[in-house]
């Protein structure tokens, strides 16, 4: 009787198991409907030049990366991953007594637009209120000038960390 049960019980187990799909590993963060992405390139209303350019180069990178994804070149990809620079700042935030700046901050905001095949949006819906399809992004640099440091690698320090926080708005929720 006692092993009647338990070999019941096991047999419940194993069928039961088999029925659920589930994902494993860093491929349960990203949507599984989702293997390319094409990135058109990062329109950018900056005046500072290359700024769009040099944040497609990181978004891809990071895409390669950090995700199961595969970037392609052609908008007939599983997903198209836009995203336009709104604007960039540069705030002095320490001086000395003769007003030269020591201390710089840059700021890049974002906004992007993540869709499938079908154009439904693939991104969470933002608290902030903006269509759920746009999620605006904001990441800052602080660039020392008594160390040397220049403002081009300041920006792509930016750049960098703000292609990092793209990417990771590809996680799907929990």
Do not use: H
């Amino acid at each position: 009787m006692k092993l009647r049960c338990y070999l019941l019980f096991t047999i419940g187990i194993i069928t039961a198991g088999g029925c659920a799909s589930y994902r494993m590993g860093a491929e349960s963060l990203y949507a599984p409907d989702v293997q390319t992405v094409y990135v058109p390139m990062i329109e950018s209303d900056s005046f500072r030049r290359d700024l769009g350019e040099r944040l497609t180069e990181a978004v891809v990178k990071e895409i390669e990366l950090k995700t199961p994804f595969k970037v392609v070149g052609s908008p007939d990809a599983d997903s198209i991953l836009s995203a336009r620079l709104l604007s960039d700042t540069k705030r002095v935030i320490v001086e000395n007594r003769n007003d030269d700046p020591r201390a710089l901050e840059m700021g890049m905001l974002a906004e992007i637009t993540w869709i499938n095949r079908r154009r439904e949006p693939l991104c969470l819906p933002n608290t902030i209120p903006l269509p759920p399809e746009l999620l605006p992004i904001n990441q800052t640099a602080t660039q020392i000038t008594a160390a040397g440091q220049s403002t081009v690698t300041t920006q792509q320090l930016a750049i960098e960390r703000l292609a990092q926080q793209i990417v990771s708005t590809m996680e799907e929720g929990w």
